[in-house]
Protein backbone atom coordinates (compact mmCIF):
# COMPACT_ATOMS: atom_id res chain seq x y z
CA UNK A 1 0.00 0.00 0.00
CA UNK A 2 1.53 3.68 -0.69
CA UNK A 3 1.02 5.38 2.46
CA UNK A 4 -3.15 4.32 3.49
CA UNK A 5 -3.75 3.78 6.92
CA UNK A 6 -6.33 1.59 8.56
CA UNK A 7 -8.18 4.77 9.38
CA UNK A 8 -8.23 5.83 5.95
CA UNK A 9 -9.32 2.68 4.44
CA UNK A 10 -11.87 2.33 7.06
CA UNK A 11 -13.17 6.04 6.77
CA UNK A 12 -13.56 5.38 3.18
CA UNK A 13 -15.24 1.92 3.25
CA UNK A 14 -17.92 3.49 6.13
CA UNK A 15 -18.70 6.46 4.26
CA UNK A 16 -19.00 4.12 0.68
CA UNK A 17 -21.29 1.80 2.49
CA UNK A 18 -23.79 3.92 4.87
CA UNK A 19 -26.62 1.48 3.60
CA UNK A 20 -25.36 -1.11 5.65
CA UNK A 21 -28.23 -2.81 7.18
CA UNK A 22 -27.86 -4.81 10.72
CA UNK A 23 -29.59 -8.03 9.10
CA UNK A 24 -27.00 -7.96 6.73
CA UNK A 25 -24.46 -9.45 9.77
CA UNK A 26 -26.98 -12.68 11.79
CA UNK A 27 -24.64 -12.93 14.66
CA UNK A 28 -24.57 -8.72 15.08
CA UNK A 29 -28.64 -8.68 13.99
CA UNK A 30 -29.18 -11.95 16.75
CA UNK A 31 -27.31 -9.69 19.41
CA UNK A 32 -29.30 -6.48 18.84
CA UNK A 33 -32.61 -8.27 19.21
CA UNK A 34 -31.55 -10.63 22.24
CA UNK A 35 -28.77 -9.82 23.63
CA UNK A 36 -28.10 -12.99 24.51
CA UNK A 37 -24.46 -14.97 23.70
CA UNK A 38 -25.92 -17.98 23.07
CA UNK A 39 -28.14 -17.33 20.44
CA UNK A 40 -25.04 -15.19 19.14
CA UNK A 41 -23.28 -18.61 19.50
CA UNK A 42 -25.92 -20.83 17.85
CA UNK A 43 -25.84 -17.69 14.75
CA UNK A 44 -22.71 -18.09 13.99
CA UNK A 45 -22.33 -22.12 14.73
CA UNK A 46 -25.21 -22.28 11.93
CA UNK A 47 -23.87 -19.80 9.60
CA UNK A 48 -20.77 -21.37 8.82
CA UNK A 49 -20.25 -22.74 5.41
CA UNK A 50 -23.47 -20.83 4.20
CA UNK A 51 -25.49 -18.08 3.77
CA UNK A 52 -26.94 -15.37 5.97
CA UNK A 53 -29.84 -16.36 4.30
CA UNK A 54 -29.86 -19.61 5.00
CA UNK A 55 -29.17 -19.19 8.28
CA UNK A 56 -31.79 -17.07 9.22
CA UNK A 57 -34.23 -19.67 7.61
CA UNK A 58 -32.57 -22.48 10.33
CA UNK A 59 -32.39 -19.96 13.29
CA UNK A 60 -36.08 -18.54 13.01
CA UNK A 61 -37.53 -22.13 12.71
CA UNK A 62 -35.28 -23.56 15.03
CA UNK A 63 -36.47 -20.88 17.70
CA UNK A 64 -40.03 -21.48 16.97
CA UNK A 65 -40.00 -25.29 17.12
CA UNK A 66 -37.11 -26.16 19.93
CA UNK A 67 -36.31 -22.65 21.26
CA UNK A 68 -32.90 -21.71 21.60
CA UNK A 69 -31.46 -22.03 24.66
CA UNK A 70 -28.93 -24.15 26.37
CA UNK A 71 -31.62 -25.70 28.32
CA UNK A 72 -33.82 -26.59 25.19
CA UNK A 73 -31.20 -27.67 23.04
CA UNK A 74 -29.50 -29.81 25.72
CA UNK A 75 -32.98 -32.02 25.90
CA UNK A 76 -33.57 -31.45 22.05
CA UNK A 77 -34.05 -34.37 19.44
CA UNK A 78 -31.08 -34.42 17.47
CA UNK A 79 -33.04 -35.61 14.52
CA UNK A 80 -35.80 -32.88 15.21
CA UNK A 81 -32.82 -30.38 15.74
CA UNK A 82 -31.42 -31.19 12.31
CA UNK A 83 -34.76 -31.24 10.25
CA UNK A 84 -34.88 -27.15 11.84
CA UNK A 85 -31.37 -26.10 10.77
CA UNK A 86 -31.66 -28.08 7.28
CA UNK A 87 -31.52 -25.14 5.38
CA UNK A 88 -27.77 -23.97 6.49
CA UNK A 89 -26.45 -27.04 5.15
CA UNK A 90 -23.81 -29.93 7.40
CA UNK A 91 -27.49 -29.75 9.53
CA UNK A 92 -26.51 -33.68 11.34
CA UNK A 93 -23.54 -32.64 12.24
CA UNK A 94 -24.43 -28.96 13.30
CA UNK A 95 -27.51 -30.16 14.98
CA UNK A 96 -25.16 -32.71 17.16
CA UNK A 97 -22.84 -29.90 18.15
CA UNK A 98 -25.00 -27.36 19.26
CA UNK A 99 -26.75 -30.00 21.50
CA UNK A 100 -23.19 -31.33 22.93
CA UNK A 101 -22.30 -27.56 23.23
CA UNK A 102 -25.75 -26.63 25.21
CA UNK A 103 -25.55 -30.10 27.49
CA UNK A 104 -21.66 -28.97 28.24
CA UNK A 105 -23.14 -25.47 29.40
CA UNK A 106 -25.39 -26.71 31.55
CA UNK A 107 -23.41 -29.11 33.41
CA UNK A 108 -20.53 -26.52 33.42
CA UNK A 109 -22.17 -22.82 34.00
CA UNK A 110 -25.65 -24.02 34.57
CA UNK A 111 -26.47 -22.88 30.81
CA UNK A 112 -24.98 -19.37 31.08
CA UNK A 113 -22.43 -18.72 28.80
CA UNK A 114 -21.80 -15.09 30.10
CA UNK A 115 -19.35 -16.84 32.90
CA UNK A 116 -17.39 -17.86 30.19
CA UNK A 117 -17.69 -14.11 28.21
CA UNK A 118 -16.62 -12.49 31.29
CA UNK A 119 -13.54 -13.84 31.88
CA UNK A 120 -10.21 -12.67 30.35
CA UNK A 121 -10.33 -12.50 26.43
CA UNK A 122 -7.64 -15.79 26.61
CA UNK A 123 -9.22 -17.79 29.10
CA UNK A 124 -12.40 -16.91 27.58
CA UNK A 125 -11.75 -17.48 23.76
CA UNK A 126 -9.59 -20.76 24.86
CA UNK A 127 -12.93 -22.14 26.40
CA UNK A 128 -15.08 -21.42 23.60
CA UNK A 129 -12.75 -23.30 21.44
CA UNK A 130 -12.78 -26.26 23.29
CA UNK A 131 -16.36 -26.49 22.27
CA UNK A 132 -17.16 -28.63 19.88
CA UNK A 133 -17.78 -26.61 16.28
CA UNK A 134 -16.05 -24.05 17.44
CA UNK A 135 -13.24 -22.21 16.16
CA UNK A 136 -10.92 -19.34 15.77
CA UNK A 137 -13.33 -17.41 13.96
CA UNK A 138 -16.61 -19.02 15.69
CA UNK A 139 -15.21 -17.77 19.17
CA UNK A 140 -13.80 -14.42 18.03
CA UNK A 141 -17.27 -13.19 16.23
CA UNK A 142 -19.11 -14.20 19.60
CA UNK A 143 -16.10 -12.45 21.70
CA UNK A 144 -16.55 -9.05 19.37
CA UNK A 145 -20.37 -9.25 18.97
CA UNK A 146 -20.96 -10.09 22.62
CA UNK A 147 -18.26 -7.87 24.83
CA UNK A 148 -16.39 -6.05 22.22
CA UNK A 149 -13.27 -7.57 22.89
CA UNK A 150 -10.47 -6.83 20.41
CA UNK A 151 -10.96 -9.80 18.16
CA UNK A 152 -10.73 -9.24 14.25
CA UNK A 153 -12.41 -12.27 12.72
CA UNK A 154 -11.18 -13.60 9.38
CA UNK A 155 -13.51 -14.74 7.07
CA UNK A 156 -12.79 -15.63 3.41
CA UNK A 157 -13.77 -11.67 2.02
CA UNK A 158 -11.73 -10.29 4.87
CA UNK A 159 -8.62 -12.86 4.00
CA UNK A 160 -9.10 -11.95 0.81
CA UNK A 161 -9.27 -8.14 0.78
CA UNK A 162 -6.40 -8.08 3.51
CA UNK A 163 -4.10 -10.15 0.87
CA UNK A 164 -5.06 -8.03 -2.17
CA UNK A 165 -4.16 -4.63 -0.36
CA UNK A 166 -1.07 -6.13 1.41
CA UNK A 167 -2.07 -5.97 4.89
CA UNK A 168 -0.94 -10.12 4.85
CA UNK A 169 -0.60 -12.97 2.44
CA UNK A 170 -3.36 -15.03 1.04
CA UNK A 171 -1.76 -17.98 3.40
CA UNK A 172 -1.19 -16.59 6.16
CA UNK A 173 -2.62 -18.51 9.43
CA UNK A 174 -6.11 -17.08 10.75
CA UNK A 175 -3.87 -15.68 13.83
CA UNK A 176 -1.50 -13.77 11.58
CA UNK A 177 -3.84 -12.38 9.73
CA UNK A 178 -6.22 -11.66 12.64
CA UNK A 179 -2.93 -9.95 14.28
CA UNK A 180 -2.08 -7.73 11.13
CA UNK A 181 -5.64 -6.56 10.82
CA UNK A 182 -6.07 -5.51 14.55
CA UNK A 183 -2.52 -3.45 14.41
CA UNK A 184 -3.71 -1.91 10.85
CA UNK A 185 -6.82 -1.03 12.09
CA UNK A 186 -5.75 -0.30 15.97
CA UNK A 187 -7.45 3.34 16.10
CA UNK A 188 -10.75 1.93 14.60
CA UNK A 189 -14.12 0.29 15.86
CA UNK A 190 -13.10 -3.23 15.18
CA UNK A 191 -16.61 -4.70 14.92
CA UNK A 192 -17.65 -1.92 12.23
CA UNK A 193 -14.73 -2.43 10.37
CA UNK A 194 -15.31 -6.60 10.15
CA UNK A 195 -18.75 -5.46 8.89
CA UNK A 196 -17.13 -2.97 6.52
CA UNK A 197 -15.02 -5.68 5.14
CA UNK A 198 -17.20 -8.46 4.60
CA UNK A 199 -19.44 -5.93 2.99
CA UNK A 200 -16.71 -4.65 0.37
CA UNK A 201 -15.74 -8.60 -0.05
CA UNK A 202 -19.56 -9.03 -1.38
CA UNK A 203 -20.54 -6.29 -3.30
CA UNK A 204 -17.13 -5.02 -4.48
CA UNK A 205 -14.07 -7.12 -4.01
CA UNK A 206 -15.24 -10.37 -5.36
CA UNK A 207 -13.22 -13.68 -5.33
CA UNK A 208 -13.50 -13.75 -9.85
CA UNK A 209 -14.79 -10.63 -10.91
CA UNK A 210 -13.86 -7.80 -8.93
CA UNK A 211 -15.19 -4.60 -9.42
CA UNK A 212 -11.59 -2.50 -9.03
CA UNK A 213 -13.14 0.32 -11.39
CA UNK A 214 -15.51 1.26 -8.80
CA UNK A 215 -13.29 0.39 -5.70
CA UNK A 216 -13.37 3.83 -3.17
CA UNK A 217 -9.56 2.55 -2.14
CA UNK A 218 -8.15 1.07 -5.32
CA UNK A 219 -5.18 3.33 -5.03
CA UNK A 220 -4.55 1.50 -2.04
CA UNK A 221 -4.57 -1.36 -3.54
CA UNK A 222 -0.92 -3.42 -4.77
CA UNK A 223 -3.92 -6.36 -6.55
CA UNK A 224 -5.50 -3.26 -8.63
CA UNK A 225 -1.90 -1.74 -9.75
CA UNK A 226 -0.50 -5.17 -10.28
CA UNK A 227 -3.69 -5.61 -13.02
CA UNK A 228 -2.06 -2.60 -14.99
CA UNK A 229 -5.42 -0.35 -14.72
Known amino acids: MDNCSGAEIFNKLNSYYSDIKPQEFVAYDVWLKTH ?31 G ?3 ESLSIADSQVVSECIRFSGLNKSKASRLIEISRILI ?27 VGCKTADVVLLTCR ?19 V ?17 FKDCDFLR ?15 NKPLCSMCPINYCCEFYKRRGN
Open 107 to 133: STYNGNLWCVLNKPLDEAKKILMSLPG
Open 168 to 184: SKEKDPYEEVSSKLKLF
Open 36 to 66: DPFKVLVATILSQNTTDRSTYKSYVTLEKRV
Open 148 to 166: NYLTFPVDTHIRRIAARLG
Open 68 to 70: ISA
Open 193 to 207: AHHLLITHGRRTCKS
